[in-house]
């Protein structure tokens, strides 16, 4: 038998999901096969439903569906609720799990593959929208010195910060930021148009990490001023890879080598 996975978004076309796993299932020998769908943008629920009753194992779920997957969950995870979204569904004996990949997939492409340690470190987030949320609980596993929230909107990351209720975790307005942090991560999308989120340079030194969720062929603007400033920059297509990763260790129980993959998408970007 061939288990049937496949990644939920609209729109979906652009998605590399189904050629990271690709290359896992041929790594692993796993008997799955991992495709795309399209589903109406008021039709996400129907679409998992009947995925399921065609013999479907699980899914990624991608926009703008993450917030409805996590609804349609009748169990998730505590990564998936601190998130409070999700983007991995399991379906296991009729019962619909969901869990939340994003965080650890960010974690463990900086701390493994960049190899730079969060642990007592100083943070800055950039953004407080579900992208920010989506990692809050795995940096904080980390046992970072601190996680400093900065957002346009002061109110929304006074809101994260309350909800997290963790001592480590605090909120600044964007002009009083006036020292250098040791990681510096962007979850904004700012750098999908080009624009740059307003930080000031002075958040950044030559021993700042910076990284930018997202990912493009050529350096983001946020990547940009950072190395201005000298810090040491990465872009977000190691997370993607990760977050696949481990999706695909949810479903099977086996950990895909990642290296091979994200030079092969790298090589495409």
Known sequence: MIDRYLVIGNPIAHSKS??????????????????????????FNAAVHDFIAHGGRGANVTLPFKLEAFALAEQRSERAQAAGAVNTLVFDHGRIIGDNTDGVGLVRDISVNAGVAITGKRVLLVGAGGAAQGVILPLLEQSPQSITLCNRTQRKAEDLVRQFAHPVLQARAMDTLNDAYDIVINATSAGLSGDLPPVP????????????????????????????????????????VEQAAESFYVWRGVRPDTGPVYQSLRAQV
């Open 18 to 43: 189904p050629q990271i796993h690709a290359q896992f299932v041929q790594q692993t020998g796993e008997a799955m096969v991992y495709e795309r769908l399209l589903a109406p943008l008021d039709g």
């Open 201 to 240: 340079d002075s958040v950044f030194s030559t021993n700042t990490f910076a990284y930018d969720m997202i990912y493009a062929a050529q350096a983001t603007t946020f990547m940009q001023l950072a190395q201005s400033q000298g810090a040491q920059v990465r872009d977000g297509l190691g997370m993607l």
